[in-house]
């Protein structure tokens, strides 16, 4: 996969980006990762990339111009034409089933933007699809960016060791889209807690059944909203 993102702030995914499970799905060729500073392709002395919202209000709106032209620029770096995506608190909300539809793509090309918003005609001009990671306003996309690539990059097939082990994730779909079971680890005793029976037993059906079990209840007990149909990944 190849992952463009499109920034004013490059600079800001440098360690996200290179350190662990991103950092060797990079150095095994799994995802390419490329940066693009917006400002470069700003069209005046100033490097000037943002402006006063026509109609009067607070802050400064992303001009489409070097928007535009950056992303332009970025779409003739690879064949593949990509999916556009616009990060925004107006954006479908971001979750596990649109992170495994996303680890499906080829290309995908991510604009952050900075300031109070983008000018309405990048989302319109770009036909860019819009993405919310949640009901909160983040100083710019960049930390939405990084959420995204994250979650995404962890499904490609050969970035976890075992194969298996996004498998039965919190909300994949053998979980059933809802909480993970308890996991636990040596010593079997830690300050008088001790490690339930059944995974000490062996018996592969007990544990596969209790954990099955064990899912199930904290998902009711703390994310009953995850059982609705639609919720369902
Ligand atoms: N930019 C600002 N807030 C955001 C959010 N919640 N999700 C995605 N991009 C954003």
């Known amino acids: 996969m190849r992952v463009d993102i499109l920034t004013l702030f490059p600079e800001m995914f ?13 150095e095994a060729h799994i995802v390419e990762i490329v940066l693009t500073n917006i400002r470069d392709f700003a069209q005046d002395k100033y490097r000037k990339v943002d402006d006063k919202p026509y109609g009067g209000g607070p802050g400064m709106v992303m001009m489409p111009g070097p928007v535009f032209d950056c992303f332009e620029h970025v779409q003739k770096l690879s064949p593949e034409k990509g999916r556009i995506i616009l990060l925004t608190p107006q954006g479908q909300k971001f979750d596990q089933r649109k992170a495994a539809e996303l680890s499906k793509e080829n290309r995908l090309i991510l604009i952050s933007g900075k300031y109070e918003g983008f000018d309405e ?3 319109i001009g770009l036909q860019a699809e819009q993405i919310s990671i949640g009901d909160y306003v983040l100083s710019g996309g960049e930390l939405a960016a990084m959420v995204i690539i994250d979650a ?10 075992d194969e298996n082990s996004a498998k039965d994730d919190s909300f994949s779909e053998s979980a059933g889209g809802g909480l993970e079971y ?3 680890t040596r010593p079997e005793v830690f300050r008088g807690l001790k490690v339930p029976e059944v995974l000490l037993s062996g018996d592969h059906k007990k544990i596969a059944d209790w954990r099955r079990q064990q899912a199930l209840e904290r998902t009711q007990k703390w994310r009953p909203d995850l059982l609705k ?3 369902k990944v």
């Open 182 to 184: 308890p996991q636990y």
């Open 121 to 123: 005609r990048i989302r």
């Open 229 to 231: 149909d639609d919720n």
């Open 14 to 26: 440098e360690s996200p980006l290179g350190c662990s499970t991103i950092k060797r799905a990079q």
């Open 152 to 161: 995404v990059v962890r499904l490609l097939p050969g970035v976890l060791g």
